[in-house]
Protein backbone atom coordinates (compact mmCIF):
# COMPACT_ATOMS: atom_id res chain seq x y z
CA UNK A 1 0.00 0.00 0.00
CA UNK A 2 1.34 3.16 -0.67
CA UNK A 3 2.21 5.67 2.43
CA UNK A 4 -0.71 7.62 2.87
CA UNK A 5 0.78 9.72 6.47
CA UNK A 6 1.20 13.07 5.90
CA UNK A 7 2.09 14.06 9.22
CA UNK A 8 2.81 17.76 10.30
CA UNK A 9 6.54 17.46 11.78
CA UNK A 10 6.23 21.22 12.69
CA UNK A 11 4.69 20.09 15.55
CA UNK A 12 7.46 19.68 18.51
CA UNK A 13 5.47 18.53 21.45
CA UNK A 14 4.12 15.21 22.13
CA UNK A 15 1.10 16.59 23.21
CA UNK A 16 0.58 18.41 20.24
CA UNK A 17 1.69 15.63 18.14
CA UNK A 18 -1.18 13.78 20.20
CA UNK A 19 -3.44 16.22 19.46
CA UNK A 20 -3.28 16.44 15.73
CA UNK A 21 -3.34 12.33 15.40
CA UNK A 22 -6.91 11.98 17.22
CA UNK A 23 -7.74 14.68 14.90
CA UNK A 24 -6.15 13.26 11.67
CA UNK A 25 -7.43 9.39 12.16
CA UNK A 26 -11.03 10.55 12.23
CA UNK A 27 -10.41 12.03 8.53
CA UNK A 28 -11.03 11.70 5.12
CA UNK A 29 -7.34 9.45 4.70
CA UNK A 30 -8.62 6.49 6.84
CA UNK A 31 -12.61 6.71 6.15
CA UNK A 32 -12.82 3.55 3.64
CA UNK A 33 -9.38 2.01 4.98
CA UNK A 34 -8.52 2.13 8.92
CA UNK A 35 -4.81 2.60 9.57
CA UNK A 36 -2.78 -0.71 8.80
CA UNK A 37 -0.35 -2.02 11.61
CA UNK A 38 2.69 -0.13 10.18
CA UNK A 39 0.83 3.05 9.80
CA UNK A 40 -0.54 2.74 13.39
CA UNK A 41 3.23 1.92 14.94
CA UNK A 42 4.80 5.19 12.70
CA UNK A 43 2.33 7.46 14.33
CA UNK A 44 2.54 6.24 17.61
CA UNK A 45 6.30 6.90 17.27
CA UNK A 46 5.98 10.31 15.79
CA UNK A 47 4.08 11.27 19.22
CA UNK A 48 6.98 9.24 21.16
CA UNK A 49 9.80 11.37 19.16
CA UNK A 50 7.83 14.65 20.68
CA UNK A 51 9.39 16.53 23.58
CA UNK A 52 7.86 16.52 26.77
CA UNK A 53 8.19 19.69 29.24
CA UNK A 54 11.38 19.24 29.89
CA UNK A 55 12.36 19.49 26.38
CA UNK A 56 13.75 15.84 26.26
CA UNK A 57 11.34 12.68 24.77
CA UNK A 58 11.38 9.32 26.05
CA UNK A 59 14.01 8.17 23.90
CA UNK A 60 16.28 10.91 25.25
CA UNK A 61 15.25 10.27 28.67
CA UNK A 62 16.32 6.51 28.00
CA UNK A 63 13.19 5.50 28.93
CA UNK A 64 11.95 4.00 25.77
CA UNK A 65 14.20 2.98 22.86
CA UNK A 66 13.07 4.57 19.61
CA UNK A 67 13.68 2.86 15.89
CA UNK A 68 15.66 5.15 13.96
CA UNK A 69 15.56 4.73 9.49
CA UNK A 70 19.18 4.00 9.55
CA UNK A 71 20.73 2.25 12.25
CA UNK A 72 24.29 2.63 10.98
CA UNK A 73 24.09 6.30 11.21
CA UNK A 74 22.75 6.17 14.98
CA UNK A 75 25.42 7.35 17.54
CA UNK A 76 26.87 4.61 19.45
CA UNK A 77 27.17 4.37 22.97
CA UNK A 78 31.01 4.36 24.11
CA UNK A 79 31.79 1.08 25.74
CA UNK A 80 33.35 1.28 29.14
CA UNK A 81 36.52 -0.09 30.21
CA UNK A 82 35.00 -2.59 32.32
CA UNK A 83 33.08 -3.76 29.46
CA UNK A 84 36.14 -3.83 27.65
CA UNK A 85 38.27 -6.06 29.87
CA UNK A 86 35.22 -8.85 30.67
CA UNK A 87 35.68 -9.42 26.82
CA UNK A 88 38.11 -12.56 26.22
CA UNK A 89 38.96 -11.19 22.97
CA UNK A 90 40.64 -7.07 23.95
CA UNK A 91 44.30 -6.45 24.30
CA UNK A 92 45.17 -4.48 27.47
CA UNK A 93 48.32 -2.95 24.82
CA UNK A 94 45.59 -1.37 22.29
CA UNK A 95 44.98 1.17 25.14
CA UNK A 96 46.15 4.86 24.59
CA UNK A 97 46.94 7.76 26.30
CA UNK A 98 44.73 10.56 26.09
CA UNK A 99 45.93 12.90 22.89
CA UNK A 100 48.52 10.05 22.39
CA UNK A 101 48.51 9.14 18.41
CA UNK A 102 48.04 5.52 18.02
CA UNK A 103 50.50 3.81 15.77
CA UNK A 104 49.44 2.00 12.88
CA UNK A 105 49.72 -1.66 12.60
CA UNK A 106 48.25 -2.63 9.69
CA UNK A 107 47.66 -1.36 6.33
CA UNK A 108 44.26 -1.20 4.64
CA UNK A 109 43.91 -4.04 2.72
CA UNK A 110 41.84 -3.55 -0.84
CA UNK A 111 39.23 -6.47 -1.83
CA UNK A 112 39.96 -8.71 -4.37
CA UNK A 113 37.30 -10.09 -6.32
CA UNK A 114 39.69 -12.81 -8.38
CA UNK A 115 41.10 -13.61 -4.85
CA UNK A 116 37.97 -14.22 -3.37
CA UNK A 117 36.61 -16.27 -7.14
CA UNK A 118 39.55 -18.73 -6.39
CA UNK A 119 39.38 -19.64 -2.57
CA UNK A 120 35.77 -19.13 -1.90
CA UNK A 121 33.71 -22.68 -1.31
CA UNK A 122 30.97 -23.35 -4.38
CA UNK A 123 27.59 -22.71 -2.16
CA UNK A 124 29.06 -18.89 -1.58
CA UNK A 125 30.13 -18.16 -5.14
CA UNK A 126 26.69 -17.27 -5.98
CA UNK A 127 26.03 -15.00 -3.88
CA UNK A 128 29.39 -13.33 -4.01
CA UNK A 129 28.46 -12.87 -7.80
CA UNK A 130 24.91 -11.68 -6.94
CA UNK A 131 26.05 -9.10 -4.73
CA UNK A 132 28.96 -8.01 -6.46
CA UNK A 133 26.81 -6.92 -9.84
CA UNK A 134 24.34 -5.17 -7.26
CA UNK A 135 27.68 -3.06 -5.91
CA UNK A 136 28.50 -2.02 -9.79
CA UNK A 137 25.07 -1.28 -9.97
CA UNK A 138 24.80 0.91 -7.57
CA UNK A 139 28.22 2.48 -8.02
CA UNK A 140 27.54 3.14 -11.78
CA UNK A 141 23.97 4.98 -10.16
CA UNK A 142 26.12 7.14 -7.84
CA UNK A 143 28.75 8.15 -10.27
CA UNK A 144 25.95 9.01 -13.06
CA UNK A 145 24.04 11.48 -10.81
CA UNK A 146 27.38 12.90 -9.35
CA UNK A 147 28.58 13.47 -13.02
CA UNK A 148 25.48 15.13 -13.93
CA UNK A 149 25.10 17.14 -10.21
CA UNK A 150 28.75 18.96 -10.81
CA UNK A 151 29.86 16.85 -7.66
CA UNK A 152 32.32 14.84 -9.83
CA UNK A 153 34.41 16.09 -12.60
CA UNK A 154 36.26 13.04 -14.13
CA UNK A 155 34.15 9.73 -15.74
CA UNK A 156 32.94 6.64 -13.99
CA UNK A 157 36.47 4.16 -14.18
CA UNK A 158 36.96 2.01 -16.85
CA UNK A 159 36.83 -1.14 -15.06
CA UNK A 160 33.13 -0.19 -14.11
CA UNK A 161 31.87 1.01 -17.30
CA UNK A 162 33.08 -2.50 -18.73
CA UNK A 163 30.90 -4.37 -16.42
CA UNK A 164 28.03 -2.92 -18.64
CA UNK A 165 27.21 -2.71 -22.05
CA UNK A 166 26.43 0.85 -23.59
CA UNK A 167 22.72 0.38 -23.45
CA UNK A 168 22.71 -0.58 -19.85
CA UNK A 169 24.91 2.73 -19.19
CA UNK A 170 22.26 4.61 -20.73
CA UNK A 171 19.05 3.67 -18.85
CA UNK A 172 21.13 3.82 -15.44
CA UNK A 173 21.86 7.67 -16.76
CA UNK A 174 18.21 8.24 -17.95
CA UNK A 175 17.00 6.61 -14.30
CA UNK A 176 19.56 9.15 -12.07
CA UNK A 177 18.19 11.59 -13.83
CA UNK A 178 15.21 11.54 -11.98
CA UNK A 179 17.37 10.82 -8.49
CA UNK A 180 17.01 13.89 -5.48
CA UNK A 181 19.70 14.62 -2.84
CA UNK A 182 18.12 11.88 -0.66
CA UNK A 183 17.79 9.18 -3.34
CA UNK A 184 21.87 9.86 -4.02
CA UNK A 185 22.48 9.64 0.08
CA UNK A 186 20.50 6.60 0.12
CA UNK A 187 22.37 4.68 -2.27
CA UNK A 188 25.59 5.95 -0.67
CA UNK A 189 24.85 4.47 2.55
CA UNK A 190 23.77 1.33 1.02
CA UNK A 191 26.84 0.87 -0.89
CA UNK A 192 28.50 0.94 2.02
CA UNK A 193 26.76 -1.99 3.74
CA UNK A 194 26.78 -3.86 0.89
CA UNK A 195 30.60 -2.97 0.54
CA UNK A 196 31.41 -4.29 4.71
CA UNK A 197 28.93 -7.51 3.80
CA UNK A 198 31.36 -8.49 1.29
CA UNK A 199 34.44 -8.82 3.72
CA UNK A 200 32.17 -10.56 5.92
CA UNK A 201 31.51 -13.19 3.99
CA UNK A 202 35.21 -12.99 2.47
CA UNK A 203 35.93 -13.36 6.50
CA UNK A 204 33.48 -16.19 6.92
CA UNK A 205 35.81 -18.81 4.89
CA UNK A 206 39.60 -17.02 4.71
CA UNK A 207 39.81 -15.58 8.54
CA UNK A 208 39.02 -18.00 11.15
CA UNK A 209 37.95 -17.83 14.80
CA UNK A 210 40.73 -17.48 16.79
CA UNK A 211 44.42 -15.05 16.05
CA UNK A 212 47.30 -14.90 18.26
CA UNK A 213 49.68 -11.75 18.45
CA UNK A 214 53.28 -12.42 18.53
CA UNK A 215 55.09 -10.13 20.70
CA UNK A 216 56.93 -6.99 19.66
CA UNK A 217 60.39 -7.58 17.44
CA UNK A 218 63.36 -5.20 17.73
CA UNK A 219 62.77 -4.40 13.92
CA UNK A 220 59.70 -2.57 15.40
CA UNK A 221 55.79 -3.06 16.83
CA UNK A 222 54.25 -5.31 14.68
CA UNK A 223 51.32 -7.73 14.67
CA UNK A 224 51.55 -11.21 13.30
CA UNK A 225 48.08 -12.76 12.92
CA UNK A 226 47.44 -16.36 12.06
CA UNK A 227 44.12 -17.64 11.74
CA UNK A 228 42.84 -20.82 13.00
CA UNK A 229 39.44 -21.70 11.88
CA UNK A 230 38.34 -24.57 13.90
CA UNK A 231 35.00 -25.56 11.90
CA UNK A 232 37.51 -26.19 8.71
CA UNK A 233 39.12 -29.29 10.92
CA UNK A 234 36.99 -32.32 11.11
CA UNK A 235 38.58 -33.12 14.55
CA UNK A 236 38.96 -30.10 15.98
CA UNK A 237 36.87 -30.60 19.23
CA UNK A 238 39.47 -33.67 20.32
CA UNK A 239 41.15 -30.70 21.91
CA UNK A 240 39.12 -28.89 25.02
CA UNK A 241 37.94 -26.27 23.08
CA UNK A 242 36.49 -23.45 26.24
CA UNK A 243 33.25 -21.92 25.01
CA UNK A 244 32.04 -19.14 26.53
CA UNK A 245 30.40 -17.68 28.47
CA UNK A 246 28.65 -20.92 29.93
CA UNK A 247 30.41 -23.40 28.41
CA UNK A 248 27.83 -25.91 26.76
CA UNK A 249 25.00 -28.22 27.17
CA UNK A 250 25.15 -31.42 29.15
CA UNK A 251 28.12 -30.68 30.76
CA UNK A 252 28.19 -30.05 34.74
CA UNK A 253 26.22 -26.66 34.97
CA UNK A 254 22.79 -28.55 33.92
CA UNK A 255 20.67 -26.87 35.93
CA UNK A 256 21.69 -23.46 33.93
CA UNK A 257 19.91 -24.33 30.93
CA UNK A 258 16.36 -24.16 31.83
CA UNK A 259 13.55 -21.24 30.12
CA UNK A 260 14.87 -17.77 31.23
CA UNK A 261 11.33 -17.89 32.95
CA UNK A 262 12.24 -20.73 35.12
CA UNK A 263 16.13 -18.95 36.18
CA UNK A 264 14.65 -17.11 39.01
CA UNK A 265 15.98 -17.78 43.11
CA UNK A 266 12.92 -19.62 44.13
CA UNK A 267 13.25 -22.48 41.71
CA UNK A 268 16.44 -23.56 43.81
CA UNK A 269 17.61 -24.44 46.78
CA UNK A 270 20.70 -22.85 48.78
CA UNK A 271 23.13 -25.79 48.59
CA UNK A 272 21.95 -26.19 44.38
CA UNK A 273 22.71 -22.15 44.03
CA UNK A 274 26.46 -22.48 45.84
CA UNK A 275 27.37 -25.42 43.20
CA UNK A 276 25.80 -22.68 40.20
CA UNK A 277 28.12 -20.45 42.09
CA UNK A 278 31.46 -22.21 41.88
CA UNK A 279 30.60 -23.45 38.45
CA UNK A 280 30.04 -19.63 36.93
CA UNK A 281 33.63 -18.19 38.92
CA UNK A 282 35.70 -21.40 37.53
CA UNK A 283 34.05 -20.61 34.06
CA UNK A 284 34.73 -16.95 34.74
CA UNK A 285 38.64 -17.86 35.89
CA UNK A 286 39.14 -20.17 32.53
CA UNK A 287 37.66 -16.63 30.24
CA UNK A 288 40.12 -14.70 32.29
CA UNK A 289 43.10 -17.04 31.25
CA UNK A 290 42.23 -17.22 27.91
CA UNK A 291 42.16 -13.45 27.81
CA UNK A 292 45.58 -13.04 29.61
CA UNK A 293 47.29 -15.75 27.06
CA UNK A 294 46.15 -13.68 24.14
CA UNK A 295 47.15 -10.17 25.79
CA UNK A 296 50.65 -11.52 26.86
CA UNK A 297 50.99 -12.67 22.76
CA UNK A 298 51.50 -16.25 23.80
CA UNK A 299 53.03 -18.65 20.55
CA UNK A 300 50.86 -20.97 22.09
CA UNK A 301 47.49 -19.93 22.08
CA UNK A 302 44.23 -21.30 23.21
CA UNK A 303 41.30 -21.75 20.63
CA UNK A 304 37.65 -20.53 21.93
CA UNK A 305 33.82 -20.22 21.18
CA UNK A 306 32.05 -17.55 22.41
CA UNK A 307 28.38 -17.08 21.94
CA UNK A 308 28.34 -13.11 22.71
CA UNK A 309 30.72 -12.48 19.97
CA UNK A 310 28.96 -11.36 16.60
CA UNK A 311 31.50 -12.92 14.00
CA UNK A 312 32.14 -16.11 15.83
CA UNK A 313 28.11 -16.73 15.66
CA UNK A 314 28.13 -15.39 12.18
CA UNK A 315 30.54 -18.39 10.85
CA UNK A 316 28.97 -21.22 12.96
CA UNK A 317 25.53 -20.09 10.94
CA UNK A 318 27.14 -20.62 7.89
CA UNK A 319 29.33 -23.79 8.65
CA UNK A 320 25.94 -25.12 10.25
CA UNK A 321 24.84 -27.59 7.27
CA UNK A 322 28.79 -28.72 6.72
CA UNK A 323 28.32 -29.98 10.47
CA UNK A 324 25.41 -31.50 10.36
CA UNK A 325 26.60 -33.84 7.66
CA UNK A 326 29.61 -34.46 9.27
CA UNK A 327 27.99 -35.09 12.78
CA UNK A 328 28.72 -38.86 13.04
CA UNK A 329 32.71 -38.42 12.68
CA UNK A 330 33.06 -34.78 14.84
CA UNK A 331 32.57 -35.79 18.76
CA UNK A 332 29.85 -35.45 20.64
CA UNK A 333 30.56 -31.54 21.43
CA UNK A 334 30.35 -30.31 18.35
CA UNK A 335 26.46 -31.47 18.44
CA UNK A 336 25.92 -30.11 22.12
CA UNK A 337 27.36 -26.43 20.14
CA UNK A 338 24.63 -26.87 18.20
CA UNK A 339 22.19 -27.21 20.36
CA UNK A 340 23.56 -24.92 22.95
CA UNK A 341 23.15 -21.98 19.76
CA UNK A 342 19.55 -23.44 19.46
CA UNK A 343 18.83 -22.71 23.12
CA UNK A 344 20.49 -19.04 22.82
CA UNK A 345 18.38 -18.65 19.58
CA UNK A 346 14.96 -20.03 21.37
CA UNK A 347 16.10 -17.46 24.17
CA UNK A 348 16.92 -14.33 22.09
CA UNK A 349 14.09 -11.43 21.09
CA UNK A 350 13.34 -12.15 17.58
CA UNK A 351 10.14 -11.53 15.63
CA UNK A 352 7.92 -14.63 14.28
CA UNK A 353 9.63 -13.15 10.61
CA UNK A 354 12.93 -12.88 11.85
CA UNK A 355 12.71 -16.52 13.61
CA UNK A 356 11.67 -17.64 9.65
CA UNK A 357 14.69 -15.92 8.16
CA UNK A 358 16.88 -17.46 10.82
CA UNK A 359 15.81 -21.34 9.68
CA UNK A 360 15.96 -20.18 6.26
CA UNK A 361 19.25 -19.10 6.15
CA UNK A 362 20.59 -21.73 7.86
CA UNK A 363 18.91 -23.97 5.11
CA UNK A 364 21.17 -22.50 2.69
CA UNK A 365 18.39 -20.51 1.53
CA UNK A 366 19.30 -17.63 -1.10
CA UNK A 367 18.31 -14.22 -0.25
CA UNK A 368 16.55 -13.66 -3.08
CA UNK A 369 14.35 -16.48 -2.18
CA UNK A 370 13.74 -15.89 1.71
CA UNK A 371 12.33 -12.15 0.38
CA UNK A 372 10.27 -13.68 -1.97
CA UNK A 373 8.72 -15.94 0.55
CA UNK A 374 8.75 -13.44 3.25
CA UNK A 375 7.18 -11.17 1.51
CA UNK A 376 4.22 -13.45 -0.14
CA UNK A 377 3.21 -15.14 3.71
CA UNK A 378 3.24 -12.08 5.68
CA UNK A 379 2.96 -8.94 2.94
CA UNK A 380 6.21 -7.29 2.88
CA UNK A 381 8.28 -5.99 0.68
CA UNK A 382 12.01 -6.73 1.64
CA UNK A 383 14.92 -6.98 -0.73
CA UNK A 384 17.54 -9.66 -1.05
CA UNK A 385 19.84 -7.29 0.72
CA UNK A 386 17.61 -5.98 3.34
CA UNK A 387 17.16 -9.92 4.30
CA UNK A 388 21.07 -9.79 4.58
CA UNK A 389 20.84 -6.51 6.97
CA UNK A 390 18.23 -8.49 9.27
CA UNK A 391 20.12 -11.41 9.31
CA UNK A 392 23.37 -9.69 10.19
CA UNK A 393 22.26 -6.72 12.08
CA UNK A 394 19.23 -7.77 14.07
CA UNK A 395 19.13 -11.85 14.32
CA UNK A 396 22.46 -12.27 15.53
CA UNK A 397 22.76 -9.80 17.64
CA UNK A 398 20.02 -10.52 19.63
CA UNK A 399 21.57 -14.20 19.68
CA UNK A 400 24.51 -12.33 21.13
CA UNK A 401 22.50 -10.62 23.68
CA UNK A 402 20.82 -13.71 24.98
CA UNK A 403 23.63 -15.27 25.93
CA UNK A 404 25.24 -12.23 27.68
CA UNK A 405 21.28 -12.03 29.84
CA UNK A 406 22.36 -15.67 30.20
CA UNK A 407 25.44 -15.50 32.23
CA UNK A 408 24.17 -12.08 33.78
CA UNK A 409 20.99 -14.13 35.14
CA UNK A 410 23.22 -16.92 36.56
CA UNK A 411 25.69 -14.94 38.29
CA UNK A 412 22.58 -12.89 40.00
CA UNK A 413 20.70 -16.06 40.93
CA UNK A 414 21.78 -16.64 44.28
CA UNK A 415 20.90 -12.73 45.07
CA UNK A 416 16.93 -12.69 45.37
CA UNK A 417 16.87 -8.92 45.53
CA UNK A 418 18.83 -8.74 41.81
CA UNK A 419 14.88 -9.78 40.53
CA UNK A 420 12.21 -8.30 40.18
CA UNK A 421 8.21 -9.18 39.64
CA UNK A 422 6.42 -7.63 36.72
CA UNK A 423 3.32 -5.63 38.23
CA UNK A 424 1.09 -6.53 34.67
CA UNK A 425 1.96 -10.03 34.06
CA UNK A 426 3.59 -11.05 37.14
CA UNK A 427 6.90 -12.93 36.20
CA UNK A 428 9.88 -12.52 37.95
CA UNK A 429 12.77 -11.24 35.67
CA UNK A 430 16.44 -9.85 36.24
CA UNK A 431 16.20 -5.96 37.66
CA UNK A 432 17.77 -4.62 34.47
CA UNK A 433 16.95 -2.38 31.53
CA UNK A 434 16.52 -5.47 29.03
CA UNK A 435 14.06 -6.26 30.98
CA UNK A 436 11.92 -3.05 32.39
CA UNK A 437 11.91 -0.04 30.68
CA UNK A 438 13.48 2.63 32.50
CA UNK A 439 11.94 4.99 34.62
CA UNK A 440 14.17 7.79 36.62
CA UNK A 441 11.21 8.42 39.26
CA UNK A 442 10.91 5.34 40.45
CA UNK A 443 12.89 3.83 43.26
CA UNK A 444 15.25 1.86 41.16
CA UNK A 445 14.99 3.57 38.07
CA UNK A 446 12.99 1.13 36.39
CA UNK A 447 9.28 0.86 35.29
CA UNK A 448 6.99 -1.94 37.36
CA UNK A 449 5.84 -3.09 34.34
CA UNK A 450 8.18 -5.55 32.08
CA UNK A 451 9.20 -4.28 28.17
CA UNK A 452 6.63 -7.11 27.17
CA UNK A 453 3.69 -5.60 29.00
CA UNK A 454 4.24 -2.35 28.39
CA UNK A 455 4.70 -2.33 24.69
CA UNK A 456 1.04 -4.15 24.64
CA UNK A 457 -0.26 -1.33 26.85
CA UNK A 458 1.44 1.01 24.52
CA UNK A 459 -0.30 -0.76 21.28
CA UNK A 460 -3.67 -0.72 23.08
CA UNK A 461 -3.24 2.48 23.63
CA UNK A 462 -2.49 3.17 20.20
CA UNK A 463 -5.55 1.33 18.66
Not at 48 to 55: A, I, V
Amino acid sequence: MKNRLNLDWALSTSTERSDFINEYVRGETFAKVPPTEEELETMGNYILWGKDEDGLNVDQRKEVELPRRYATWTAQNVDSLDEKIECPTFIEGTIQKIGEVPQTRKVKETFSRKKTRESAPDHLLAVFEELWERIDYIELCINLYEERTGKREKPPRDSLLQRFSEEDIEKVRKKTSTFGQYKYLKLKHLLVELRKEQYTLRDSFLEGICRRTLPETSAGTQEIEEEVSFFKEIDVFEEEVPVFPLGLIGEENEGFWRKREELVPRNFGEEELLYFSKIFWKKKAEENAVKEERAAGHQEFRRWFDFRDLEMVYQLLLEYQELEKEGQRLLRNTSRLIQTFFYYAAEANLTEIQREILQLKMDKEKNQDIARLINRKYGKSYTANYISTIFRQKIIPEINGAAALHVQIVQSLPFEEEFKTCSKCGRVLLRDPVNFVRKSRAKDGLSSRCKMCDKLEREKNKR
